[in-house]
């Protein structure tokens, strides 16, 4: 996935289904992107996966398995 669309994506996910701010959503989607491409150079591992979280309206971290 490129990483317009990954963004474009988990910003949307945190934003309806998170119930965060589109501002807030963004940022977090950022950090996600940075996340996904040190997972691809190989400097983070599986356990940092950014795709296995999302904040709840409530700022509680879910972990997805």
Known sequence: MAEAELFNERAAVREYLGGVSRAAAERLAWLDVL?????????LDHMADPSAHFMTSKNQTVRHS
């Open 35 to 43: 996340a996904e491409r040190q997972l691809a150079a190989g400097v």
